[in-house]
């Protein structure tokens, strides 16, 4: 079955930094677009970045210039790279593969930025 797998999640200070990584199984990886989004407490699941296929990328305007979102196919693996964090970039951070209808999600990992 499919599987989406995400790590690196934590606590860390503002202005830190933190690499999110998803791996999956199951799936032909290299042809779907892969996403990451959060959701805080209390709010609507967003969109952080996706990555197509070809290695276009989509940021949110909040996370630009802060955010880098990359792929390695051979390792099915996706990578958010976090810097210059903020707290408002606390919330679960969610994994999605999508070539279609539906899509797959992995579990989430917590970020949360504190001091």
């Known amino acids: 079955q499919v599987q989406l797998v995400e790590s690196g999640g934590g606590l860390v200070q503002p202005g830190g930094s933190l690499r999110l990584s998803c791996t999956a199984s199951g799936i032909i990886f290299s042809i779907y677009v892969m996403g990451w989004y959060r959701q805080a407490p209390g709010k609507q699941r967003e969109l952080v970045a996706t990555i197509s296929s070809g290695g276009s990328t989509n940021y949110a305007d909040s996370v630009k210039g802060r955010f880098t979102i990359y792929r390695d196919n051979a390792k099915n693996t996706v990578y958010l790279q976090m810097n210059s964090l903020k707290p408002e970039d606390t919330a679960v951070y969610y994994c999605?593969?999508?070539?279609?209808?539906?899509?797959?999600w992995g579990q989430g990992t917590q970020v949360t930025v504190s001091s």
């Open positions: 999605n593969a999508y070539l279609g209808p539906g899509g797959y």
